[in-house]
């Protein structure tokens, strides 16, 4: 039962990691660095316009930082209902999720979302929406 739930929970957490595409909100987030070192070594631009571009740049960049969190936490949600579930039903072991066993079951769920993805992928780009 536990290599199941190993199982799922891995599949689930690759699938709510390619929705939410947190690669995507790390180059937003390294852009916004970048423009706002350009603002503060800008020297033609006065001080007000720089203090307001400067509070946006701040803005935006705590706006992705907390979607990053967010993503990471969803991201990991199943495996901690794993933890809980050792937590609350003390018929399994933790060590099981250190096991060799495990680990390679991990990586399997990983290799197969990734193929079922790719293939996915492939059948279906060129078909269009039916209006």
Same mark, same amino acid.
């Given at each position: &039962?536990?290599w +199941?739930?190993?199982f799922?929970s891995?599949?689930i957490?690759?699938? /709510?990691y390619?929705i939410?595409?947190?690669? =995507? !909100?790390?180059?937003? %987030?390294?852009?916004?660095? @970048?423009l *706002?070192? @350009? +603002?503060? %070594?800008?020297?033609? &631009?006065?001080d007000g316009?720089r203090q @307001?571009k %400067?509070l946006?740049?701040?803005?935006? *960049?705590?706006?992705?930082?907390i *979607?990053?969190i967010?993503?990471?936490i969803l991201?990991?949600?199943p495996?901690?209902?794993l933890? !809980?579930?050792?937590?609350f039903? *003390? @018929?399994?072991?933790?060590d099981l999720?250190?096991?060799w066993?495990s +680990? #390679?079951?991990? %990586?399997?769920? /990983? =290799?197969?979302? #990734?193929?079922?993805k790719?293939g996915y992928v492939?059948?279906?780009?060129?078909?269009k929406?039916?209006t």
């Amino acid at each position: &039962m536990i290599w +199941i739930a190993l199982f799922i929970s891995t599949f689930i957490s690759c699938l /709510i990691y390619d929705i939410l595409k947190p690669n =995507f !909100l790390i180059k937003k %987030l390294s852009k916004s660095y @970048k423009l *706002q070192l @350009k +603002i503060m %070594l800008d020297k033609k &631009m006065e001080d007000g316009e720089r203090q @307001k571009k %400067l509070l946006w740049c701040f803005r935006y *960049q705590l706006k992705k930082v907390i *979607q990053l969190i967010v993503t990471i936490i969803l991201t990991l949600t199943p495996f901690t209902t794993l933890l !809980l579930w050792h937590t609350f039903i *003390q @018929k399994i072991s933790i060590d099981l999720l250190y096991s060799w066993e495990s +680990i #390679v079951l991990s %990586l399997f769920a /990983i =290799f197969l979302f #990734v193929l079922l993805k790719n293939g996915y992928v492939k059948i279906f780009k060129n078909r269009k929406a039916f209006t």
